[in-house]
């Protein structure tokens, strides 16, 4: 990965954090929290 492509992806995800917040107040952010916490508790369960 190239560092104009890393920089591109930093922009694009700050970018749609940011909009989240402004726009949907962080809703996007708890489900994507949520959603991440359940794949944590999965992959531990086949561990």
């Not at 962080?26 to 508790?41: E, H, I, M, N, S």
């Amino acid at each position: 990965m190239t560092n104009t492509v890393a920089l591109w992806l930093a922009a694009l995800l700050i970018l749609s954090v940011a909009g989240d917040l402004v726009l949907q107040d962080g809703a996007w952010l708890v489900f994507l929290g949520k959603k991440f916490l359940a794949l944590t508790d999965w992959v531990a369960f086949w561990r």
